[in-house]
């Protein structure tokens, strides 16, 4: 009984099963298929899913498009700016997406074949479709990625047609078997006269020239009755062996290099002939240059300038040589030198050494660009020993009119006070040399007038060392305020300068004589 129970129960069970099966399959024919979407869609045409700007899934040719677009960015800015070129409201219509829910557009004429582009959001995701309408569905590339491929290599023709250097291919024996227009072009320069481009293309340039690898070889093209070109090769190997070559024009690079050669050895000779010693120094203050002069003046040996030396080097080399003013202590000399480097780097070094054998050394330091820094030496003993005899000879005069009675004044050419001794600073209680500039003879005169009687010959004195030409010698009096007698004495001077001496007179039979010669020589 038992048995017979469980068996009934196991058949209803199963009756049950097979019943909500059959109910269903018959739900599910009564709401039709299910709709497929681009995940298994085996050709469902150019269309893309975004979530947001992130590419969540594309067909295959959508995916074929993406891959044959360049550029930087994602796939969504690469999407973009391809498609902004054919639907030019593509971006704003994207941007209000959101509230229309659906967006078509037809692409702009001459640009390609017309197209369509649909875009729609779903559950937060934007499924973008583009086709062709006409266009066959089926094998080979959809027509958006071939258009795509189709702009790319259009533009790669117009550029490698454009572009100024030479390009060309050579096969695994060297043969050019392709080549640019800017090859062709010098290519028929260099062919001689009366000859004609035939193939295979002639090589312009030697086998070694575009070798593999070859990286910056710098090359010369001599055209037939024209200058010379010059070039740098680089060569590219691909994998089966060919070589992708590339030629640049560098003919203003050799000219730049040739006049700069040309000036540097003129400057070479320049400095071979300067009397001044030179050495000028890098950023590292290694020794770069050095001319001549500098042997000779310093007489430090030509085998040691050549390795270079250092800054520090030199001078104590020169101090080995007694050639550098002898410290009190070495240390402090050391300090010395690293302050005339740093002072001399900013433009502010200059120094007169006076050696131990009588020479002197004028030395400046200058910087250069790019950290170097130049310094000069020049002997400058016998210009010194001429300026300490000038001034020894100065001081000679000076003390040989210091010596006389008479108050001396003396003006140049322009009429400007140069000089007065000491009998004329006691006469007239002051010293006009001390005053800071140029004292003119108008401001003595002045003077003069204020510390005499009233008199017109302060205004004579201005005419005469004013006057520019033939003077002769005169004499006059004039009346101090305390009521001594004074006799003048003027008199022209070498070069236009004119001397002015003033005595006291000694007595009246003196002064009288010396009226005489004032009316004397009036008359």
């Known amino acids: 009984m038992g048995f017979i129970l469980a068996v009934g129960l196991v058949t209803t069970g199963l009756l049950s099963a097979l019943a909500g099966l059959f109910i269903h399959a018959a739900a599910a024919e009564r709401r039709g298929p ?18 947001g700007e992130a590419l969540i899934d594309g067909s295959g040719a959508a995916r074929a498009l993406i891959h044959s677009l360049q550029g930087s960015g994602g796939p969504w800015a690469k999407l973009i700016r391809h498609l902004s070129a054919r639907f030019p409201n593509l971006e704003t219509g994207l ?10 557009l037809v692409s702009q004429p001459g640009k390609g074949p017309p197209a369509l582009l649909q875009a729609e959001l779903r559950g937060g995701l934007m499924r973008l479709q583009l086709s062709v309408p006409g266009a066959a569905t089926g094998a080979g590339p959809d027509p958006f990625t071939h258009n795509a491929l189709a702009e790319e290599v259009e533009t790669l023709r117009r550029v490698v047609a454009g572009m100024p250097g030479l390009c060309w291919r050579e096969d695994v024996e060297g043969a050019v078997v392709w080549t640019n227009a800017a090859y062709l072009v010098a290519a028929m320069e260099n062919l001689p006269p009366g000859h004609e481009l035939t193939w295979p293309l002639p090589r312009l340039f030697e086998r070694r020239a575009t070798a593999e690898l070859a990286l910056g070889q710098r090359v010369a093209l001599n055209p037939p009755g024209r200058a010379t070109r010059w070039f740098d090769v680089t060569a590219v190997t691909g994998t089966d062996g060919d070589r992708l070559v590339f030629a640049s024009s560098t003919d ?15 400057l070479t000779k320049t400095f071979a002939q300067l009397p001044i010693g030179l050495a000028i120094f890098d950023s590292q203050r ?3 240059l050095f001319n001549p002069a500098l042997l000779d003046l310093t007489g430090l040996p030509p ?9 520090l080097s030199v001078l104590d080399a020169l101090r080995d040589r007694n050639m550098l003013p002898e410290p009190k202590d070495y240390r402090g000399w050391r300090r010395q030198l690293v302050d005339m480097e740093r002072a001399a780097s900013q ?4 120094d007169t050494w006076n050696l131990a054998d009588g020479q002197t050394f004028r030395v400046t330091g200058r910087p250069h660009p790019n950290g170097a820094l130049a310094l000069m030496i020049e002997d400058i003993s016998t210009e010194m020993l001429r ?27 322009e009429g400007h006070l140069v000089m007065t001794n000491a009998a004329y600073a006691a006469l007239w209680t002051h010293d006009p040399t001390m005053t800071v500039g140029e004292v003119p003879v108008r401001a003595l005169a002045r003077y003069w007038r204020e510390m005499t009687a009233p008199a017109a010959l302060w205004s004579e004195v201005e005419d005469y060392v004013s006057t520019v030409g033939d003077r002769l010698a005169w004499q006059a009096e004039a009346r101090l305020l305390d009521g001594r007698l004074l006799t003048c004495r003027f008199a022209p001077l070498a070069g236009g300068a004119t001397l002015t001496a003033f005595r006291l007179a000694a007595n009246r039979s003196e ?13």
């Open 95 to 104: 941007t209000d997406l959101t509230e229309q829910g659906t967006l078509h």
């Open 387 to 413: 300026t300490r005899r000038y001034r020894a000879d100065l001081e000679l005069g000076q003390s040989v009119i210091d010596a006389m009675e008479e108050g001396v004044a003396v003006f140049s050419r």
């Open 252 to 266: 203003a690079l050799v000219q730049a290099e040739t006049a700069l050669r040309d000036f540097m050895q003129t």
């Open 347 to 350: 433009g502010l070094y200059e």
């Open 34 to 51: 299910v709709a497929q979407s681009i995940f298994s869609d085996s050709n469902p045409g150019t269309v893309f899913l975004f979530d």
């Open 511 to 523: 002064a009288t004589r010396g009226s005489r010669d004032e009316d004397r020589r009036r008359a």
């Open 286 to 288: 290694q020794l770069q």
């Open 303 to 311: 085998d040691f300038l050549t390795l270079r030396p250092s800054l």
